[in-house]
């Protein structure tokens, strides 16, 4: 059984005291997690350690990074390493952020070098794809997200790519309040489950979780989870609140 997984993004935003604030709520949170119903906060990186001791009695939650360098370390300043991830025992990493490859350059040969080193370092890539507006206007956008897959994944054995999680997030959708639709982000889910299915088998494609995200919202989550393919949501914005955090997991 594939897990279903509510995941926050919380981008480049909160002050310590409004991150511990916001910890401190989800702590006490009342959320329905289970083994496979798991949640997965996305931290800024200076956060991560406050995030993990916060959150460590919370069962079925883990803490994410935004983001981690192609390198094992060096001199590349500025830069975070899968390693030290791993080594503050961090379980997920957020790759290929549409913001990451519009802001930071960050190609499918690129991110293709980062989900390599998050899986060397047992981390688990939270991997980003999604298409622009003007693509989803030429209707391209199916052949858009399978050259992203196929890019920066399709390198992987069946054990790695097993490791893997998706995140669908039509850039389109992110930030904007326009929610991609139940039957649009279900048509696009199935689509990238045949794919993984032509590379990896029926089998394999099952078992990877595929994630929603772009203006999910504790009004929205319930019915978008609901499709057959959405095994749950990346949630930006929204994160950014508990009561309404906790009502997306709920809806898992
Ligand atoms: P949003 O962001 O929920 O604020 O649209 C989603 C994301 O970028 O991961």
């Not at 209707?139 to 890019?151: A, C, G, I, R, W």
């Not at 039509?170 to 889910?189: L, R």
Request: hydrophobic residues 40%; charged residues 20%; aromatic residues 8%.
């Amino acid at each position: 059984m594939r897990k279903q997984i509510a995941a926050a993004n919380w981008k480049m935003n909160c002050t310590l005291q409004q991150a511990e604030e916001l910890l401190t709520k989800l702590s006490t949170a009342t959320v329905n997690t289970t083994e496979n119903k798991i949640s997965i906060i996305g931290v800024p990186a200076p956060y991560l350690l406050l995030a993990k001791d916060k959150l460590k009695n919370k069962a079925n939650f883990y803490i994410a990074a935004q983001n981690c360098y192609t390198k094992k370390s060096g001199a590349f300043t500025g830069e975070i390493s899968a390693e030290m991830l791993h080594s503050m025992q961090i379980t997920h990493v957020i790759i290929g952020h549409s913001e990451r490859r519009e802001y930071f350059n960050e190609s499918n040969t690129t991110l293709a070098e980062k989900v390599n080193i998050a899986l060397e370092y047992a981390l688990t890539p939270i991997f980003c794809c999604g298409e622009a507006l003007e693509i989803r206007e030429a209707n391209n956008q199916n052949s858009f997200v399978e050259n992203q897959l196929k890019e920066s994944l399709f390198h992987l054995s069946v054990e790695q790519i097993l490791q893997v999680v998706i995140a669908y997030e039509p850039i389109w959708a992110i930030g904007t309040g326009k929610t991609a639709s139940n039957e649009q982000a279900q048509e696009m889910h199935q689509h990238i489950r045949n794919v993984l299915a032509n590379k990896y088998g029926k089998e394999i494609a099952e078992q990877i979780s595929i994630l929603y995200g772009g203006s999910v919202k504790g009004s929205n989550a319930a019915d978008l989870f609901a499709q057959n393919d959405v095994d749950g949501g990346l949630v930006g914005g929204a994160s950014l609140n508990a009561e309404e955090f906790t009502t997306i997991i709920n809806a898992l």
